[in-house]
């Protein structure tokens, strides 16, 4: 990574692969950063700038470094080692995390629950440009992309094809709905919609406060 590099990321903006850092407040707001992408497809965190992309640059990168590995080993599990770079950039130095996509998903938040200022232990992923706590359905989605999750196991039964013949004709539903819909428990119309989404036969969307799920095609 180098000067351009650094460029053309301040130029793309904030994203779902790209995040701006102004300073490091704490480990665990930048635990949770780490955590986010490396359970979706990986990315770079830029310490040193601002959510402009103003260049700030940071104060001390040895405390940066110190911080940010405090960040990956304490307060995530499995612990993530992103790798560090520290580039000048218009006279001051800017630091790049680069998150790979991790293959032991999930990575869980170890950090205190401190609701009022949005800490909360769990799984967490990104959507679009933020940060978000993963729902139990996102949680067991990323599981199964472990290489030594089990195989899929798929039938199509009554309960499923009422599913199935709702989303044709409705734009979407969630776990509550299709609970109600085919009176079973929340936590089996959970089950099967994972695995329906593993499948490929449904799409799951976490763009909103509540995941939903919609057909994959049509």
Do not use: W
């Not at 293959?103 to 967490?124: A, C, I, S, W």
């Amino acid at each position: 990574m180098d000067y351009h590099d650094v460029e053309k990321l301040i130029e793309q903006g904030e994203g779902f692969q790209v995040e701006f850092k102004r300073r490091i407040s704490s480990p665990e707001k930048i635990a949770k950063a780490l955590i986010a992408f490396a359970n979706a497809k990986g990315g770079n965190i830029l310490f040193g700038v601002g959510d402009d992309g103003a260049i700030i640059g940071v104060e001390s990168e040895k405390t940066e470094l110190e911080l940010i590995q405090v960040a990956g080993i304490n307060y995530c599990d499995p612990p993530i080692r992103p790798v560090m770079h520290i580039l000048p950039f218009d006279g001051k130095d800017v630091i790049v995390a680069v998150i790979g996509e991790s293959g032991e998903k999930p990575h869980m938040f170890l950090g205190n629950e401190d609701e009022e200022n949005g800490q909360r232990t769990g799984v967490y992923i990104r959507v679009k440009d933020k940060t978000v706590i993963a729902s139990k359905e996102v949680v067991k989605l990323l599981r199964d992309e472990r290489p030594d999750a089990p195989p899929l196991k798929i039938s199509i039964g009554h309960i499923e094809q009422t599913l199935l013949e709702y989303l044709d004709t409705h734009e979407r539903l969630t776990v509550k709905e299709y609970s109600k819909l085919v009176n079973i428990s929340e936590r089996r119309a959970s089950r099967i919609l994972v695995t329906l989404v593993r499948a490929g036969v449904i799409r799951i969307h976490t763009l909103e406060k509540e995941d939903f799920y919609t057909l994959a095609y049509g």
